[in-house]
């Protein structure tokens, strides 16, 4: 059996995961450490999305073992990985919410179908979250009539509901303004604190990894090109990461001459 750290809250070993016969993850291995916001970065098609689908559980993958609180859930009973998921919390990138059901009922939806709470105790709690999230007053509104923004907040006050040891955002700042997505960061730093929860962050936005991490892991291709603290992930020597950092194109520009002779040529042969 796999010894695991009592200061890691996740580890991933020898992790492979395939679609079909195309290899998505490539051998990760991964420490995450309690209390700290762990901010999982790559390109499109890095594997970055898998990574957090494989550590939801929403995935199995083809091979290795994930470690949460000491269970591996690729190996694990329905009903303990049930046990499992009550201890997390997450916020997905378009909020998730249900459209025919107020902000505080999709906020009181896991009370509801995880506890035997009575009614008052579930609408407290409820609001207790919305002050969390600078929502006080904005309960008795439907999805359709919130902003982008409280759309985010009101995900992530349903995600610490229960609150959760573990919380997972996928993409927080994705759609926003840089003011809203600095006050989203300001909010999980402060939940951070407040909460004493160990955050998995998954997003693209440069500048709210580097205000937020603890530490970065950074894919490529599948694979994991490196875990580091943010000044270390900055001045890596990694040629990837600099590209992603400095916003420069992976591939070479496309010379449109010989572009258009490989069309050209293309439509020719065709005809003959």
Same mark, same amino acid.
């Given at each position: 059996? +796999?010894?695991t750290?009592?200061?890691? %809250?996740?580890?991933?070993?020898?992790?492979? +995961?395939?679609?079909?016969?195309?290899?998505?993850?490539?051998?990760?291995?991964?420490?995450?450490?309690?209390?700290?916001?762990?901010?999982?970065?790559g390109?499109?098609?890095?594997?970055?999305? !898998?990574?957090?689908?494989?550590?939801?559980?929403?995935?199995?993958?083809?091979?290795?073992?994930?470690?949460? &609180?000491?269970?591996?859930?690729? $190996?694990? @009973? @329905?009903?303990d990985?049930y046990?499992?998921?009550?201890? =997390?919390?997450?916020?997905?990138?378009?909020?998730?919410?249900?459209? $025919?059901?107020?902000?505080a009922?999709? =906020?009181?939806?896991?009370?509801?179908?995880?506890t /035997?709470?009575?009614?008052?105790?579930?609408?407290?709690?409820?609001?207790?979250?919305?002050?969390?999230?600078?929502?006080?007053?904005?309960?008795?509104?439907?999805? $359709?009539?919130?902003?982008?923004?409280?759309?985010? /907040?009101?995900?992530?006050?349903?995600?610490?509901?229960?609150?959760?040891?573990?919380? &997972?955002?996928?993409e927080? @700042?994705?759609?926003l303004d840089?003011?809203? $997505?600095?006050?989203?960061?300001?909010?999980i730093?402060?939940?951070?604190?407040?909460?004493?929860?160990?955050?998995? %962050?998954? !997003?693209?936005?440069?500048?709210s990894?580097f205000?937020?991490?603890?530490?970065? !892991?950074?894919?490529?291709?599948?694979h994991?090109?490196? !875990?580091?603290?943010?000044?270390? %992930?900055?001045?890596?020597?990694?040629?990837?990461?600099?590209?992603?950092?400095?916003r420069?194109?992976?591939?070479?520009?496309?010379?449109a001459?010989?572009?258009?002779? /490989?069309? +050209?040529a293309d439509?020719?042969?065709?005809?003959?």
């Amino acid at each position: 059996m +796999t010894e695991t750290s009592p200061e890691n %809250v996740i580890e991933v070993r020898d992790l492979y +995961t395939h679609y079909g016969d195309r290899a998505i993850l490539k051998g990760i291995n991964l420490d995450i450490q309690a209390g700290e916001i762990m901010v999982i970065m790559g390109g499109s098609g890095s594997g970055k999305t !898998t990574l957090m689908r494989n550590l939801l559980g929403l995935n199995k993958p083809t091979s290795g073992s994930i470690h949460i &609180f000491g269970q591996d859930i690729t $190996s694990i @009973s @329905s009903r303990d990985l049930y046990k499992v998921r009550r201890k =997390i919390g997450v916020a997905f990138q378009g909020g998730a919410l249900l459209g $025919s059901m107020s902000v505080a009922e999709n =906020i009181e939806l896991p009370l509801r179908h995880h506890t /035997r709470l009575d009614e008052n105790t579930i609408r407290i709690m409820s609001r207790m979250k919305l002050e969390v999230v600078n929502l006080a007053g904005f309960e008795d509104l439907m999805p $359709s009539e919130l902003s982008g923004g409280m759309l985010k /907040r009101a995900a992530l006050a349903r995600s610490i509901i229960m609150d959760p040891a573990l919380l &997972f955002f996928d993409e927080p @700042s994705a759609g926003l303004d840089p003011v809203v $997505s600095a006050e989203l960061d300001e909010l999980i730093l402060r939940l951070k604190e407040a909460m004493n929860v160990t955050i998995v %962050v998954v !997003t693209h936005e440069l500048e709210s990894a580097f205000k937020i991490a603890d530490r970065i !892991t950074v894919l490529g291709e599948g694979h994991l090109l490196m !875990t580091g603290t943010v000044d270390e %992930v900055q001045n890596s020597d990694n040629q990837t990461i600099q590209d992603m950092i400095n916003r420069r194109p992976r591939d070479e520009a496309v010379n449109a001459e010989d572009y258009l002779a /490989r069309l +050209t040529a293309d439509r020719k042969q065709q005809r003959a």
